[in-house]
């Protein structure tokens, strides 16, 4: 048996998945223990503490997200495939109005999206990549500012205050990611700014949740940092046609 996609690349809220089931029938099997659904499923895992003799505690939770069936038909109305073979469109309407999240896959935990077909006794399983693009809020500028004093126990006396600034929150892979920062130095040290863009992941079981922050880029280097200054910028990653749609959106509001 196989499942063969119209497509092969990725998905998004709004588009339709439509396929062909193919597949040898070797004798009469009823239409009735014939299902096709589309399916998300999350499932997040991790244990803490393992040691040499002890093997931790596990904490796992998997929970679908999404179950929708589509309804097949045999020829002519009959309620049997007969002996043969056979070839079985299908088709499923992505929703847009259950804030489904994209497909991801990590150590901790992953979002599977999958055309599951049962044909008879048989079993079959396709995987498919889901994009949901973030379409709010990705033109607004991000910005922070942090400030230190320096006491009498520091090496260095008087106060450093640091602005960052994003341009827009939105970005898509493979664009450039420019930080605008303003520093006011009325100390005696001297200081650089250091600039590192940083993955954080949070997966929850329940009241149990693990965060796993992860450098994507080295530091800027020839920037030595010897003060101890912070600030996070939060950022969005997205597609370009959800940039560029939202921008126009923007301009005609305009």
């Not at 393992?50 to 109305?77: C, R, V």
């Not at 922070?144 to 260095?156: C, I, M, Q, R, W």
């Not at 930080?179 to 600039?195: E, F, G, L, Q």
Request: net charge negative.
């Amino acid at each position: 048996m196989k499942i063969i996609l119209e497509q092969n690349d990725i998905y998004e809220p709004g588009q339709y998945i439509r396929g062909v089931i193919v597949f040898n029938a070797v004798g009469d099997i009823p239409v009735s223990e014939c299902n096709v659904n589309l399916i998300c499923m999350a499932e997040v895992g991790w244990t803490e503490n393992p040691g040499i003799k002890d093997e931790g505690h596990s904490f796992h939770i998997k929970h679908k997200l999404m179950d929708i069936s589509y309804e097949l038909l045999a020829l002519n109305g009959e309620s049997y495939y007969r002996l043969g073979h056979h070839e079985i469109p299908f088709e499923f309407y992505l929703p847009e109005n259950l804030n489904l999240p994209s497909s991801y896959q990590s150590r901790f935990g992953s979002i599977v999206y999958s055309v599951d077909v049962k044909i008879g006794e048989k079993l079959k399983r396709r995987e498919i990549l889901v994009e949901v693009p973030i379409r709010k809020n990705l033109w607004l500028s991000v910005g922070g500012t942090s400030e230190k004093d320096f006491g009498v126990l520091s090496f260095a006396s008087g106060k450093i205050t640091m602005q960052a600034t994003l341009r827009k929150k939105g970005y898509y892979r493979g664009e450039e990611l420019i930080v605008d920062y303003v520093i006011d130095n009325c100390s005696t040290a001297t200081v650089k700014p250091r600039v590192t863009f940083f993955q954080t992941q949070i997966y929850m079981t329940g009241e149990r949740h693990k965060t796993v922050e992860s450098s994507l880029t080295e530091a800027i280097e020839d920037i030595p940092l010897a003060i101890d200054i912070h600030i996070n910028l939060p950022v969005v990653i997205t597609t370009r046609s959800s940039l560029e749609n939202t921008y126009d959106q923007q301009q005609q509001r305009h």
